[in-house]
Nanobody
Framework: QVELVESGGGSVQAGGSLSLSCAASRAAVHVYCMAWFRQAAGKEREEVAA????????YYADSVKGRFTISQDNAQNTIYLQLDSLKPDDTATYYC??????????????????????WGQGAQVTVSS
């Protein structure tokens, strides 16, 4: 069992930056697909970014590519999401997710929220125009 605890987020004006972190309750031992999803009011949950623990592999949704950066600190069992050049459309609740799986399965399924077993509680990001 893995517990994910998120922190960060908040409110910012368009063009600003925020950061999110997701701390896992135990070491991932380089076998976890870790991802950030977001869900805006009235919309479906969508993938934002993903990575595989212990590697520099990363995947991004086209809507955030070049603006958001996913990173990890395995010593702290934590992944991060840096959100730059924020837009009002980025307003949503952001969720951290984890799944114990292979690199190939992560690459194939990182965009699918039903692939992930473990979820954080969510962190609100609000961007005003």
């Amino acid at each position: 069992q893995v517990e994910l605890v998120e922190s960060g987020g908040g409110s910012v004006q368009a063009g600003g930056s925020l950061s999110l972190s997701c701390a896992a309750s135990r070491a991932a031992v380089h076998v976890y697909c870790m991802a950030w999803f977001r869900q805006a009011a009235g919309k479906e949950r969508e993938e934002v970014a993903a990575t595989y623990t212990g590697t520099d592999v990363s995947y991004y949704a086209d809507s955030v590519k070049g603006r958001f950066t996913i990173s990890q600190d395995n010593a702290q069992n934590t992944i991060y999401l840096q959100l730059d050049s924020l837009k009002p459309d980025d307003t949503a609740t952001y969720y951290c997710a984890a799944e114990r799986t292979s690199k190939i399965a992560c690459r194939t399924n990182y965009f699918d929220p039903t692939f992930f077993t473990y979820w954080g509680q969510g962190a609100q990001v609000t961007v005003s125009s």
